[in-house]
């Protein structure tokens, strides 16, 4: 590939030449995918590969020792030096230990070695990574075990080049320490389930159901110059300051608008990099707010796309600072424009390929679709506050509900076709007649007739059919794709279970199998009707409506986690083997304690900064006004306006030093609680207000002071300078 450089900050940005590497070979070239592992490895050592993804066979070493010679002369032969297992801790990001292939000969020589026992299981310190009370500090010792599913991959960096061996992290004793193997099992007891209930539909060929995961993933983009001018940004990935610019988004200007030049340099760029390890970057474009951008992967296997997600983020930070930037994953890094989240598409397939979820020309007469729909169905409404608690985090309660992602209350939007097809089921009428195959005629002889889809799109649904797949879009920008996806495959699990329980038991006949299918659907959707909800949810309407059909609205993570550690939670979760009581309590206590720590450096932040930045510089600021209206006073000149702003300068500096005060005496005595739940909700219903004041103050002092003798970057230049 030819690449030239250009410093930008301290990294070199890559100018890639697409006409001398085609996409069509770069594409995977890092990747040790199963089309390498098929050239690579002999027939029936590959065919024992593809038994263990497909869940069918168990690994063995005799076959990971061929595996593992293959994946490291492949990895040598593209330069890579040394090798990590790469997982998913309960800290919301990737962890890797690095490993060279260097093994000494004794005789002062080396060769590089790399084992079937070495790729298969890695030994890691667990002492400082979080296990919510499952191993004492002294108790050290944690295991990774490499996850067939997702393919190893090269990673190259100004150090070197590393073989990343995606994998699962447990304890000594078995017990989950990450994202992934909760996810992993959740598969299991999705496709398990799955099975029963296509078993009864007559279907005997399909072998494996998994679910399939195309995260969306938002973000923003800002110069490198003014993020390092923002201690606010850098260590808490938000703004606690920051007055609004006299435009921020109502001019509707950057969705889907232009790309900048420096952008779309850097998206280039982002895109060869996720190329090169076979991660199928598709679509990309401006967001809502200034500066925000989307990126969007083809679909996977969610255990897959859990890992690419991460690799996705963190490709974006890496690529950023190469071009002089910073990228932003708070799901509110500025107050008063849109946040970002993750929308999450999911769906469930089959062996040979099939979506469940396709309705097919005609929906209504598709009865494995709308068996699997209602479903999905139940599943929202009972298991609701679970999939909340899955999305709740610091980040995110400044994000729901605000005009520009969904609300708290979960609900699911189908549109009106789907809706009356289910509503015509529950009333015993059958499922009518679908409108799907209608066209659009737009009455210009130039233009094609466009078919309509079977459901519209609605950006304030929690859940919307989206045309053959349903998409979350309460899953906050910076967190993995891993919980949510887990708790839903569970969900459905756990519907899919009690659905083939009544269609195993069932009395009819094989020529009345439909109307068994019929009598399901007909009792589940009209006990769970009520979540279905095709309007507007940014209303207050809404909100009243969602209460009066006793639909929850979590509104803060702290209440949200709560469901964790209820025996409903945990019954669940037992009976289809993804997580014990033990397991959910001990994430419980690390997913509070995450809050609690986010909430307490975002609030040393906010009073370090008003005392060390913001008040000085606005008392010097005062001082020189003063020292102009004694200059003027001198000559007999009089300035009004410049008098009465100092006086609202004094009054807000005033201000601004007690709230400080009164955030840092609230912080300490939050410090001294002990109960972590108890402490999370101080934070919560303590900390986070006194912020919300002192933030008040210093940003009407902002529109006063002077940009000049502002102490760094506002909106204006966050927002709108790259």
Known sequence: MSCQSEKCGNHAAMEIDFTKTPVTELYGRNCFSNTVMRERLPKNIYKEIAAVQNGEKELTLEVAEIVAASMREWAIAKG??????LFQPLTGLTAEKHESFVAPTGDGKMMMEFSGRALIKGESDASSLPSGGLRATFEARGYTAWDVTSPAFLKSDPTGTTLCIPTAFI??????????VPLLKSVEALSKQALRVLRALGDTATKRVTSFLGPEQEYFLIDKEFYDKRPDIMLTGRTVF??????????????????KERVAAFMREVNTELWKVGIPAKTQHNEVAPNQFEIVPVYSNSTQAADDNQFIM?????????????????????????G???HNNWSMGTTDGTNLFEPGASPECNVRFLLFVAAVIEAIDRYALLLRSSTACAGNEHRLGANEAPPAIISIFFGGPLTEIFDNIAKGNGAGKSSSKEKIKIGVSSLPAVSRDVSDRNRTSPFAFTGNKFEFRMVGASESVAPPTTCFNVAVAQVLKEFADKLESSSQKAENLNDAVYAVIRESYSKHRRVVFNGNGYTDEWVREAERRGLPNVKNTVDALAVLTHNETVSVFETHGVLSREELESRYHIYLEKYSKQINI???????????????????????LARDAVALAAIGAVNAPQEERAKKIAALCSELCEKTALLETI???THDIGDTFAEASSYSEHVRPAMSAVRSCADALEKLVSKEAWPFPGYEELLFKL
Do not use: C, W
């Open 80 to 85: 890579a030096t040394h090798y990590t297992h």
């Open 171 to 180: 304890s000594y004793y078995g017990q989950a320490l990450d994202q992934k």
């Open 242 to 259: 920051g007055a609004l610019p006299a435009k921020g988004q109502e001019m509707e200007d950057h969705y889907y608008g232009a790309i």
């Open 314 to 338: 963190e490709t974006i930070h890496n690529v950023a600072r190469r071009h002089g930037m910073e990228g932003l994953f708070h799901e509110k890094p500025f107050a008063g424009v849109n």
């Open 340 to 342: 970002s989240g993750k």
């Open 602 to 624: 975002e609030a040393g932040v906010t009073v370090e900064m008003a005392r060390r930045q913001i008040f000085p510089a606005v008392s010097a600021y005062a001082a020189s």
């Open 667 to 669: 912080l300490n005595e």
